[in-house]
């Protein structure tokens, strides 16, 4: 069986960004390929200039068509992860939340509340099928139904 080979955009707090390669590896192990569009230390940037900064990370969301966030300490409290959620959002990118490896305390941000499509536990084939869209829940990191502020009932269209 060949491989499955997705575009996504990661978006993540830098200090997270060891968990990209790890979430690659894990779904390498099943046959699902990512390539990833987002700033990491694979293809690190040093730019300062907030309105350039920003028109890369369009640039990836765009090109992506899926958005990946990792869940992790401090995520919620990041400028750029909900500017990333909410330029998703904009694009029409679906957008998955993962929780990561071992993490049990982390505050989902705000715009993916708002925003989110499915948000689950670091478990390989769930993460597959909350990226193609065949699950929808919002877990807790243990896996737990976790009931949403928004009250929002999420679903999929399909042509018939």
């Not at 959002?89 to 505050?107: A, P, W």
């Not at 502020?149 to 399909?158: A, D, E, P, T």
């Amino acid at each position: 069986m060949e491989d499955k080979k997705k575009n996504v955009f990661i978006s993540h707090f830098g200090e997270h960004d060891e968990h990209i390669g790890k979430l690659k590896t894990l779904l390498a192990d099943k046959g699902y390929i990512l390539r990833n569009s987002s700033i990491d230390s694979t293809k690190p940037n040093d730019a300062k200039n907030t309105d350039y900064i920003k028109s890369l990370l369009k640039d990836g969301i765009t090109w992506a068509g899926t958005s990946i966030v990792l869940i992790g300490p401090k995520t919620s409290a990041r400028w750029w992860v909900d500017y990333e959620i909410e330029q998703s959002n904009k694009m029409g990118n679906r957008i998955v939340g993962i929780y990561l490896q071992g993490e049990m305390d982390s505050d989902v941000p705000d715009s993916f509340d708002k925003y989110g499509d499915a948000l689950i536990g670091w478990n390989g084939d769930r993460i597959i099928d909350a990226i193609e869209g065949r699950l929808n829940n919002f877990e807790n990191p243990d896996g737990t139904p976790r009931c949403s502020k928004w009250l929002i009932n999420r679903g999929i269209c399909s042509a018939s």
